[in-house]
C-alpha cells in the first residue's frame, strides 16, 4: 500500500521560509516522477513543482519560480519542497503526489496532475 505523508507546513510571515516534507513508503520514489500541488480556498489546484524520475527535468509554477525548489532524497525516500521569499498568495493546502500515470512531459504531468498517489496535504499560510 503507497503511502504520502506530507510535514512542515504551519503559519510563517511574509518573506519567511518553510521546507514541506514527504516520506513515502510502498513506493520508491527514486523510479518515479514526484510533485507538489496546491489547493487554495476558493480555487482549483494547481501544480507547484514537479522532478522527473531522474532528476534531470524539472517543471515550476511560473510564480514560485527562483523562490522554490524541489528536491528528493532517495536514500530516506522522501521529497522536499523548500519554499523561500513566502508571500500571502502562496497560502494554501500543498500535497505532494507520486508516479505519473502517462508518459509525458514533467510540465504537463505537473499543470494536469498526471500522478497516481496523493498526500493528504498540509496547511501552509502566510501572514501579511
Known amino acids: 500500500q503507497v503511502q504520502l505523508v506530507e510535514s512542515g507546513g504551519g503559519l510563517v510571515q511574509a518573506g519567511g521560509s518553510l521546507r514541506l516534507s514527504c516520506a513515502a513508503s510502498?513506493?520508491?520514489?527514486?523510479?518515479?516522477?514526484i510533485g507538489w500541488f496546491r489547493q487554495a480556498p476558493g480555487k482549483d489546484r494547481e501544480g507547484v513543482s514537479c522532478?522527473?524520475?531522474?532528476?534531470?527535468?524539472?517543471y515550476y509554477l511560473d510564480s514560485v519560480k527562483g523562490r522554490f525548489t524541489v528536491s528528493k532524497d532517495n536514500a530516506k525516500n522522501t521529497m522536499y519542497l523548500q519554499m523561500n521569499s513566502l508571500e500571502p498568495e502562496d497560502t494554501a493546502v500543498y500535497y505532494c503526489?507520486?508516479?505519473?500515470?502517462?508518459?509525458?512531459?514533467?510540465?504537463?504531468?505537473?499543470?494536469?496532475?498526471?500522478?497516481?498517489?496523493w498526500g493528504q496535504g498540509t496547511l501552509v499560510t502566510v501572514s501579511s
Open positions: 522532478i522527473s524520475s531522474s532528476g534531470r527535468r524539472t
Open positions: 503526489a507520486a508516479l505519473a500515470t502517462i508518459d509525458t512531459t514533467v510540465q504537463d504531468m505537473c499543470v494536469r496532475g498526471l500522478l497516481e498517489h
Open positions: 510502498g513506493v520508491t520514489l527514486d523510479l518515479y516522477a
